[in-house]
Structures are given as C-alpha cells and as structure tokens.
C-alpha cells in the first residue's frame, strides 16, 4: 500500500542555514508525491509536487525537493531558511487505488534565531 | 475570493452533544474533503464530496455525518461527541478530482474541537 514516512519529528535550524527534511515512500510504481506547509493556525498549503520528468522539482518560497527512486526519497530542501519558514511540512503521496492524497504525521520546523 | 472558509475556529462540547462543523468554498470546486489532524498522525481523511447531493467515506468515517446540499458548502457533523474525537478538523477542495497531476487541494483554517 502506498505510504510517507516522515522520520524527524520535530527539526530546528538556524536562521540563514540550509534545511532538508526527509520524507520515505512506499509505492510500487512511479509515485505522485506532495510537499504541503501548515503555518501555525493555518490550514495546509501546497509547496510542490511530483509527477513525472526532472526530478528536481521547484516550488513556492524558495523550496525545492528531489525524487530519488533508488533511494525511495523525496526530500525537502531549502538553501537558507528564514524565520518565516517555521511550521509544520507534510509529506504526501497519491493513493491511486482510492483516488486520495495520503499524508505523512509531519515535521515540525522551528527556527532559531 | 475568501477561498475556504470554516466555522466555527474552536468549540468546547460535552460528551454526547451534537454539533456541525460548516465548511464554505467560493472557488466553484466540485470536490470537498473533511479531514482530521492530530498529533503525529497527520492528515486523515473523514469524508468527502465529488459533487452536489453526493459523499463518500475517507478512512476514518466513523462518528460522523456529512452533507453537500449546496456546491460551495460541505457540512460535518456529530451526533453525540466522544472525548476521542477531539481534534483539528479542515476542510478542503479541488477543482478536480482523481486526476493527481492537476489537482491542488485548497485548505480552510482549521476548527479546533475539544469534547469533555
């Protein structure tokens, strides 16, 4: 069955370094796959997604992530994080059987001045 | 646009009381997702609506009730609350549905619930 595993509880990093939070999935076949950000109080946004071609994917606020397949990764990245950046990430993947995104439990970013 | 808009943001309830959780889109999205969040189990599914008049069960339906009268609105609710369904709760829509390389779903604020 498809899933996201999304090993790092919580992350904190400071202000201005570079960030990477990993994200596993589990799919037989080449996988859709989602990053989404909560803001504190908010609701979910979509950062990027996957589904076919450059691996390398380009997101909104300066977030990119890379679909490794051999690795079975697709892991976040951000060269310099600002305070701003602070919040919840979610990994996701497509379950094509039931036609639903199924979310990873989360990392949590905090920031350190 | 207001995008998607939930009411209330935060309700106290007693074990066994009742209540309904609005959920009100302005984008003319034809699907609609309940979801639940709690702590290290990210996102999951309640139910959700592929169209006016229709719903469908998510992966943890049970306790709920759903309805889609109108298109822009999706309403969730609870017939006699339990302490375990505690929870944040969003609302969601996309214009598409089944179709993962366009779809983009759009997310309300969140309700926070706590049932005593």
């Known amino acids: 069955a498809q899933s996201v595993t999304q090993p790092d509880i919580h992350i904190t990093v400071s202000e201005g370094a570079s960030l990477e939070l990993r994200c596993n999935y589990s799919?037989?076949?080449?996988?859709?796959l989602f990053w989404y950000v909560q803001s504190p109080g908010q609701g979910l946004q979509l950062l990027l997604k996957y589904f076919s071609g450059d691996t390398l994917v380009q997101g909104i606020k300066g977030f990119e992530a890379e679909f490794k397949r051999s690795q079975s990764s697709f892991n976040l990245r951000k060269p310099s994080v600002h305070w701003s950046d602070a919040a919840e990430y979610f990994c996701a993947v497509w379950k094509s059987s039931a036609s639903k995104i199924i979310f990873g439990s989360g990392t949590r970013l905090s920031i350190r001045p | 646009n207001a995008g998607v808009t939930q009411t209330p943001k935060f309700r106290v309830l007693k074990t066994g009381q009742s209540m309904t959780l609005l959920c009100a889109q302005d984008?003319?999205?034809?699907?609609m997702y309940w979801y639940r969040q709690d702590p290290g189990m990210g996102l999951r599914l309640i139910h959700y609506s592929v169209g006016e008049g229709t719903t469908a069960k998510g992966e943890v339906p049970d306790g709920y009730n759903v309805s889609r009268l109108k298109k822009q609105n999706f309403l969730l609710g609870l017939e006699s609350a339990a302490p375990s369904q505690t929870s944040v709760y969003f609302c969601?829509?996309?214009?598409?549905?089944?179709?993962?390389?366009?779809?983009?779903?759009?997310f309300g604020p969140g309700t926070r619930l706590l049932v005593l």
């Open positions: 799919y037989g076949a080449t996988p859709y």
């Open positions: 984008m003319n999205h034809e699907y």
């Open positions: 969601a829509s996309s214009y598409l549905y089944g179709s993962p390389d366009q779809e983009t779903q759009y």
